[in-house]
Nanobody, 121 residues
Framework: QVQLVESGGGLVQPGGSLRLSCAAS????????MGWYRQAPGKQRELVAG???????NYADSVKGRFTISRENAKNTVYLQMNSLKPEDTAVYYC???????????????WGQGTQVTVSS
């Protein structure tokens, strides 16, 4: 079994900051990539930021310059530092991990349970 446990969401005023964390645990041989997605009410889930095992990153245009994704490979943990938050960043944020399982050495794609981020005054 594999789990992705997210933390760090909450309510913040416009211009404020939050840091999301996602720790992967369980039968993981190696993690290829990790990322953060978000889904606002009435909208499709969208990629916010992704990071490969080698540290290459990519961001949605809407968050470039404001959000930073990072990871600690030894802890199978990915972070999303969110600065200069705007009301339009309000959404449920989901962690995603693509990993090789120790059980069968196959590639899997797992999601966290989601954490609410609300940006409002």
């Amino acid at each position: 079994q594999v789990q992705l446990v997210e933390s760090g969401g909450g309510l913040v005023q416009p211009g404020g900051s939050l840091r999301l964390s996602c720790a992967a645990s369980g039968s993981i041989f190696s993690i290829n990539g990790m990322g953060w997605y978000r889904q606002a009410p009435g909208k499709q889930r969208e990629l916010v930021a992704g990071i490969t095992s080698g540290g290459s990153t990519n961001y949605a245009d809407s968050v470039k310059g404001r959000f930073t994704i990072s990871r600690e490979n030894a802890k199978n943990t990915v972070y999303l530092q969110m600065n200069s938050l705007k009301p339009e960043d309000t959404a449920v944020y989901y962690c995603n991990a693509r990993f090789i399982a120790t059980t069968d050495r196959k590639l899997y794609d797992y999601w966290g349970q989601g954490t609410q981020v609300t940006v409002s005054s």
